[in-house]
T-cell receptor, first 114, second 115 residues
């Protein structure tokens, strides 16, 4: 079945550092890929998405590129801020999946210090 | 903006009680989902619904049931609450058309404690 693997956390960075959170997936065919963010005490918000190979999703300075050859969708940001401290989830939706069901990674906790 | 509203942010119940968690969305979405979130396990799908009165089991349906009598409302029911159902519960909704491309929109969650 479909699966998503994220890098182990937690990740701790200083403000203005470069961020990478690795995400790899296993799926049949070409899934759609998503990054969600969960700020403390809140539900998940869509951060960005990509629906086909070589697409780049971007939002709020975050980027991720759909790499079919390496089955990866790594999240990057050039300069993190304290306000980026949150839990980040990588997810996929397979084209054969019923009704847009999502398969999530286990989440990566990011803490950014001033 | 899509608004998904869960009726309670925090809830404390006793073992054996029947517990209802309510979720309402305001964007006429066809699909609605219930997840539970536990540390180190990510989000796990309990049930989902793709239309009024239609439902399908997710990955961990045991001990739960759902109800969708109106398109905008999706209820999760714990038939007889147990301590291992203490968790954060998240509701989500999405459009039905080209569903695999559609993001899900989440509520703020209900933190449920079973004593």
């Amino acid at each position: 079945g479909d699966s998503v693997t994220q890098m182990e956390g937690p990740v701790t960075l200083s403000e203005e550092a470069f961020l990478t959170i690795n995400c790899t997936y296993t799926a049949t065919g070409y899934p759609s890929l998503f990054w969600y963010v969960q700020y403390p005490g809140e539900g998940l918000q869509l951060l960005l998405k990509a629906t086909k190979a070589d697409d780049k999703g971007s939002n709020k300075g975050f980027e991720a590129t759909y790499r079919k050859e390496t089955t990866s969708f790594h999240l990057e940001k050039g300069s993190v801020q304290v306000s980026d401290s949150a839990v980040y989830f990588c997810a996929l939706s397979g084209r054969g999946t019923s009704y847009g069901k999502l398969t999530f990674g286990q989440g990566t906790i990011l803490t950014v210090h001033p | 903006d899509v608004k998904v509203t869960q009726s309670s942010r925090y809830l404390v119940k006793r073992t054996g009680e029947k517990v209802f968690l309510e979720c309402v969305q305001d964007m006429d979405h066809e699909n609605m989902f219930w997840y539970r979130q536990d540390p180190g396990l990510g989000l796990r799908l309990i049930y989902f619904s793709y239309d009024v009165k239609m439902k399908e089991k997710g990955d961990i349906p045991e001990g739960y049931s759902v109800s969708r009598e109106k398109k905008e409302r999706f209820s999760l029911i714990l038939e007889s609450a147990s301590t291992n159902q203490t968790s954060m519960y998240l509701c989500a909704s999405s459009l039905g058309r080209q569903a695999y491309n559609q993001p899900q929109h989440f509520g703020d969650g209900t933190r449920l404690s079973i004593l």
